[in-house]
């Protein structure tokens, strides 16, 4: 088979295989009567395995040693080219999250579209100033919250994270991104996940994510999503409440929001109690009788008079006042 006849039926150019032949690459091995180079079999097979080759990414010399070193091992060229096809699909898809980016903020001029993308360019700066400048912007156009989601959970500055933090809660979306981060294994990205989603209006789903932290690992976390769902009057967080108060982990904003649940006050009062009464730790014990002090009623007035004898004298004197303070019940 002539060139001419082979690039017809492979679909290359002439030109290309010309090229195979100048590298030793594809050599047709037959002549014609007329003295013209003819492909053999043999000849069009080997075509076909350097077209297979090519087509998983290997170069032209890569192929030629592949097909000709006795000696030659795919193992470790196979994992290069994984590798390498990962990176054009990472690369790709973060090329696709910034063109949906683009259209989704509605530029109807070229202006305007290379204004979002230099904004989108701006939050993923080295420098911190520019982040949070870009940031501050993005609040007001139409930057996806995926695309805000991810930058905040990557975001080691606090005055950035700030900044997101509140373009994230402008606009719907990216609580699935951030739902993914309070899931992560790095518990700084948890932290910076459940800080952003505290900021969110409530909705079913943040509440979810919410109570599935309370048993994060992380201290931090846990105290987040206590002191979020304390406030927004879920009794689910109020054990996790109460443990805050005996590590003297913002006790006394826990207190505080334990103290608005008017209608568990007295199970509230026997949860404090039971679990902080007998502790040994006399600074635990304080904090105890501070936060029964923020609870009205006859439970908390009750369970303050026991400690009116406690063995710590601080203790005692700080139940004392508290009581002689306190309004009739």
Sequence with gaps: MLIGEVARHTGLSSRMLRHYDTLGLVRPTGRTSGGYREYSEADLERLMHVESLRSLGLSLREVGRALDEPGFAPDTLMDRLVEDTKARMAADAQLLARLQDVRGAGPTEWSAVLGVVSLLRAVESDNAAHRQTAAILAGEVRVSGESLADALLKEPDPNV?????????????????????????????????????????????????????????????????????????????????????????????????????????????????????????????????????????????????????????????????????????
Excluded at 166 to 173: D, E, I, K, V, Y
Excluded at 245 to 251: F, L, P
């Design 161 to 329: 994270a700030g900044a997101l933090r509140w373009a994230l809660a402008q606009r719907p979306g990216g609580i699935d991104r951030l739902s993914e981060g309070a899931a992560d294994r790095d518990p700084a990205i948890r932290r910076r996940a459940v800080t952003a989603i505290a900021a969110i209006e409530e909705t079913a789903q943040v509440r979810s994510i919410l109570e599935k932290l309370l048993d994060d690992s992380d201290p931090a976390v846990r105290r987040t999503a206590a002191l979020t769902l304390g406030r927004r009057g879920a009794t689910v967080a109020v054990d996790a409440l109460v443990e805050l108060i005996g590590a003297g982990d913002r006790d006394v904003e826990a207190a505080e929001i334990l103290a608005g649940h008017e209608a568990h006050r007295e199970r509230i009062v026997d949860l404090l109690v039971d679990r902080l009464g007998a502790d040994p730790d006399a600074a635990v014990r304080s904090r105890l009788v501070q936060a029964l002090a923020e609870i009205p009623g006859t439970a908390a007035t009750s369970a303050l008079q026991k400690y009116v004898c406690d063995s710590d004298q601080m203790v005692a004197r700080t139940a004392i006042v508290i009581l002689d303070r306190r309004p009739q019940d």
